[in-house]
């Protein structure tokens, strides 16, 4: 029996192994930031803040956080970069949102009833404006998280870029190649065929989940200012990955634009 599913996950399983011969670091690093994010969570899940206060509701927010990079990371395992940013885009969301409510722990209401607040969006219109001030556009970008507004315009970027089949996307999908003067051939991509475009997506990521935890630890810290665990270093990863992101860009410039944006990489 012959089938192409089994076929498309043997490839996927054939390039999970590929992935791990050919990046045996990156996935260490991988694994190291999601253990310091989880330390992160651990501090907030056993202790009270300086100023006394219980912050285990944030629990979930950072156990979303961990879920969506681990598949986010699964789908570049596969060389599926294109996956990877959709998948990736609620962890993001979800930082933000732990921004917002260390901004104004009244903000945690609004978002709790954001749909009784467009239910009644006509006969509350002033709640209605607040939450819209709140969690909508440039509302969404916390003063509390360092990088937010970095954060809030990627999320912004992935939307647009991989969200919804615009042209760019369209255009990213496929490619067409001639088979004589009557005929084409039309492929459409499941796996990353450009290399240097796949280790860019990969750097983009393992820098972007890192810079997440390093900021997510900063704007934490003023609320446990003696837990060291809140310390996110970032500055090693960035001097052994940056050389070779120059050098991606220097034999691929088009790929600068989705380091800068979607990595954060400053080259």
């Known amino acids: 029996m012959k089938s192409e599913l089994l076929t498309y996950t043997s490839i996927l399983f054939y390039n999970r ?3 791990l ?9 991988f694994e190291d930031s999601n253990e310091q994010l989880l330390k992160i969570a651990k501090v907030i899940s056993k202790k009270r803040s300086d100023q006394n206060e219980s912050l285990v509701g944030l629990i979930p927010f950072f156990l ?33 949102i732990i921004g917002k409510f260390l901004d104004d722990p009244a903000n945690a209401k609004l978002w709790k009833n954001r749909k009784q607040i467009w239910k009644n969006r006509k006969q509350d219109k002033e709640r209605y404006k607040k939450y819209k001030r709140e969690f909508e556009g440039d509302g969404l970008i916390p003063l509390s998280l360092p990088h937010g507004r970095e954060f809030r315009q990627l999320l912004t970027k992935i939307n647009d870029e991989f969200m919804h089949v615009n042209f760019e996307y369209f255009n990213r999908s496929h490619s067409i190649e001639d088979i004589d003067s009557e005929s084409v051939f039309m492929k459409l991509n499941y796996v990353d065929e450009d290399s240097k475009e796949h280790k860019a997506n990969l750097l983009s990521f393992l820098h972007m989940y890192r810079l997440l935890g390093s900021s997510l630890g900063q704007a934490l810290a003023s609320k446990y200012s003696k837990e060291q665990a809140l310390n996110v270093e970032i500055e090693s990863i960035e001097k052994i990955w940056k050389p070779e992101i120059v050098e991606l860009i220097k034999e691929k410039p088009s790929l600068k634009e989705l380091c800068q944006t979607f990595g954060l990489w400053r080259i």
Not at 74 to 96: G, K, M
């Open 17 to 19: 192994q590929i992935f």
């Open 21 to 29: 011969l050919n990046y045996e670091k990156e996935f260490k690093a």
């Open 64 to 96: 979303i956080i961990e879920r969506q990079t681990t598949n986010a990371f699964d789908c570049l395992c596969q060389y599926q970069s294109y996956q990877t940013w959709i998948v990736f885009r609620p962890a993001l969301e979800a930082a933000l």
